[in-house]
């Protein structure tokens, strides 16, 4: 059993409004599907009620239904979404309306919005503490600029943290005296479904903008003797909303600036903390330094006293401890994963792509790609090489400019290269092939067969010079 339902015995169900257009966006993806941090707006959302342990989670979709639910199918290990159609769009309520027939009578219903992606989970988690199986509990807070929010007004008299909540009043319905409230509702309620069903079905659109407001279901409680309690918070990022462009990339700025004083409240030293950029999840060990500008992806993880250069992009990786990455490097394991291994070099302007395994000591350098290959302990390729789809032994060197050639036309084979193996510059292995170990490949050769342990291979033409040999010359213009 979660936490929510040990303390509230009921349990939670989410509904999540994910269907406005974004027209301020002015884009063709729909507004939930903007991305924060590497995610979808919505996604983030789903995380959350993922953490608190929701029984359901119901998002309602409109516009650009079919993209927004394919976009969310398995957003969230071990929570699959069910969808709501609200077409056309009436409003908040009627929104809620469309996700009732999903909801059990048992629960109490969180409702949350899809363009608010950075709500907590302890802050829900209070909030349904406050509802506690019988009450309307609302989330809000308190802002400088209360213009297009629904007011809070408590009763007459009580218009502090502490009065009883009388309604929501929408910004276009409210008068002057209204309008002056700072307390504002922040989207975000949490009811028991047996009442909330009730007060749906009693909503109408008698107001300034024609539509079903949820807000209603305040002054429904109210007559009917429910108490409404406000949770007020101080954190506007939990509740900041994004629909413009320039809100997505505030936003985007805040919640990277508090990803990074979170690191650096673990110990990591970021060299600027408001140019750091972390879209998936960074877990560090002891002593990890990370340089201006980095970008970290899906998941990666850094050993202890690993430094990352300046500029780097890092995805979906495994950096063991000592490791050295230095600038410009790009890194993404994607699928496959990367891992570099204790003490290994990597950079600058180095490559590793999806399935590249570096042993400890390794090292990669500058303009050198690797994929899914793997480098023994104390391999090295330091210049302007390519190897994929192979196997390097220990001690290797791999002399600049040289490639594998692991790609037929059709198929991909692989190439092993034995312990201690020299390959010169700029040459050509043709996969399959193996390279026995001790071998020595001469620089320029294109090598097309396997070779013996220990020997030296060279496959190039005989060079020749021509004395006295001229150039072709332009012919003159006419």
Same mark, same amino acid.
Not at 148 to 158: A, F, L, N
Not at 285 to 303: P, Q, R
């Given at each position: ?36 941090? +590497? !995610?979808? #707006?919505?996604?983030?959302? @789903? ?5 608190? =342990?929701?029984?359901?989670? %119901?998002? *309602? ?71 506690? +199986? !019988?009450? #309307?509990?609302?989330?809000? @807070? ?5 213009? =297009?929010?629904?007011?809070? %007004?408590? *009763? ?323």
């Amino acid at each position: 059993m979660n936490q929510i339902q040990k303390d509230n015995q009921e349990p939670v169900d989410v509904v999540i409004m994910a269907a406005g257009k974004g027209t301020r966006m002015k884009s063709s993806l729909p507004k939930v599907l903007h991305r924060l941090g +590497g !995610r979808a #707006l919505v996604a983030h959302v @789903i995380d959350t009620a993922a953490d608190i =342990g929701a029984r359901h989670v %119901v998002v *309602v979709t409109g516009h650009g239904a079919t993209d927004v639910e394919a976009a969310l199918e398995g957003a969230v290990a071990g929570m699959t979404p069910q969808f709501a159609r609200q077409v056309p769009q009436l409003g908040t309520g009627h929104a809620v309306q469309q996700a009732a027939p999903l909801l059990p009578d048992d629960g109490t219903v969180l409702v949350l919005s899809g363009d608010v992606p950075l709500i907590s989970g302890d802050t829900l988690r209070a909030l349904v503490a406050e509802s506690a +199986g !019988r009450r #309307l509990a609302l989330l809000t @807070i308190e802002v400088d600029d209360p213009k =297009g929010y629904g007011r809070i %007004v408590r *009763v007459q008299g009580q218009q502090d943290a502490e009065g009883e909540v009388q309604s929501i009043v929408e910004e276009k319905d409210a008068t002057e005296a209204q309008r002056a409230i700072r307390e504002i509702y922040s989207g975000v309620m949490a009811v028991p479904a047996r009442l909330l069903k009730t007060w749906l079905a009693r909503l109408d659109n008698k107001n300034a903008q024609g539509e079903y407001y949820l807000t209603d279901i305040v002054g429904f409680a109210v007559v009917d003797g429910v108490p409404v309690v406000a949770h007020r918070t101080d954190d506007a990022l939990q509740v900041a909303g994004v629909n413009s462009p320039a809100q997505l990339a505030a936003l985007e700025r805040a919640h990277q600036l508090r990803q990074a004083h979170a690191l650096m409240a673990q110990g990591v030293r970021l060299a600027d903390p408001a140019r750091f950029d972390l879209r998936g999840t960074l877990v560090c060990e002891s002593d990890v330094e990370i340089d201006v500008n980095c970008v970290f992806e899906g998941a990666v993880s850094l050993g202890a006293d690993v430094r990352i250069g300046a500029n780097c992009v890092i995805a979906n990786a495994r950096i063991e401890t000592g490791a050295v990455i230095h600038p410009f490097t790009h890194i993404d394991g994607e699928q496959a994963g990367v891992t570099v291994g204790a003490g290994a070099l990597v950079g600058p302007f180095a490559r590793l792509r999806p399935g590249a395994r570096l042993g400890a000591e390794v090292h990669i350098g500058n303009f050198v790609e690797v994929k899914n290959s793997t480098l023994a302990a104390g391999a090295k390729a330091n210049h302007l090489a390519y190897l994929g789809d192979a196997t390097v032994g220990q001690r290797v060197n791999y002399g600049a400019g040289s490639i594998t050639a692991n790609y037929d036309g059709a198929n991909k084979h692989r190439t092993i290269i034995g312990d201690d193996v020299h390959v010169g510059s700029n040459c050509v292995l043709v996969a399959p092939i193996t390279i026995g170990a001790g071998g020595t490949i001469g620089g320029g050769s294109t090598i097309t067969k396997s070779t013996e342990p220990g020997a030296l291979t060279i496959s190039r033409a005989k060079q020749a010079s021509y004395a006295d040999w001229q150039r072709p010359q332009k012919a003159p213009k006419s």
